[in-house]
T-cell receptor, first 114, second 115 residues
């Protein structure tokens, strides 16, 4: 079946612009996660949804970052007034249920802020 | 707080050699889960294995094997008879009850297998 998809795959934004990154999880997956991966480092947790409820947003680095999953499937990560330090790959992952199940990752969106 | 350390940042081997990737973790929970992911040059993280803290049996899957030792808080990954296609960055990750369902990743080990 289809895996996790993300769009766009690449995004170049000028500093100060707003961006929106989309994630389509595997159909039927309850849990959805966003991670940020800086160059040469491991992914770092941003936020977690169980269906449409955002249960954990402790990893969001500032109030410029906002995520939503209004219908419990597709999710959007929005970054307002982008800064150069926001340049990274943004990874979305989904898992079948709540709990410590394996997470399936999308290909990521590489964001470059110039 | 939970933490995962992968001390080897980069390993280079010649095809057919065996290679072990080290992973050491820290957690205060008695119930936790450990994972390994592969990130090939394409960038997509590929799930390899999930183990829970109550199952210390080693696992083998083809050329891959995992050695879980609670006494040393380690969950090492061995590739036997490495192949060029094994070249990738490998991440060890931890999930425990304190942190909800999120994964805490190590810094990754870049494995280069030369022909």
């Amino acid at each position: 079946g289809a895996g996790v998809s993300q769009s766009p795959r690449y995004k170049v934004a000028k500093r100060g612009q707003d961006v929106a990154l989309r994630c389509d999880p595997i159909s039927g997956h309850v849990s959805l996660f966003w991670y940020q991966q800086a160059l040469g480092q491991g992914p770092e947790f941003l936020t977690y949804f169980q269906n449409e409820a955002q249960l954990d947003k402790s990893g969001l680095p500032s109030d410029r970052f906002f995520a939503e999953r209004p219908e419990g499937s597709v999710s959007t990560l929005k970054i307002q007034r982008t800064q150069q330090e926001d340049s990274a790959v943004y990874l979305c992952a989904s898992s079948l249920a709540t709990g410590h199940y394996e997470q399936y990752f999308g290909p990521g969106t590489r964001l470059t802020v110039t | 707080a939970q933490k995962v350390t992968q001390a080897q940042t980069e390993i280079s081997v010649v095809e057919k050699e065996d290679v072990t990737l080290d992973c050491v973790y820290e957690t205060r929970d008695t119930t936790y889960y450990l994972f390994w992911y592969k990130q090939p040059p394409s960038g997509e993280l590929v799930f390899l294995i999930r183990r829970n803290s109550f199952d210390e049996q080693n696992e083998i899957s083809g050329r891959y094997s995992w050695n879980f030792q609670k006494s040393t808080s380690s969950f090492n990954f061995t590739i036997t008879a490495s192949q060029v296609v094994d070249s990738a960055v490998y991440f060890c990750a931890l999930s425990d009850n304190n942190a909800g369902n999120m994964l805490t990743f190590g810094g990754g080990t870049r494995l280069m297998v030369k022909p």
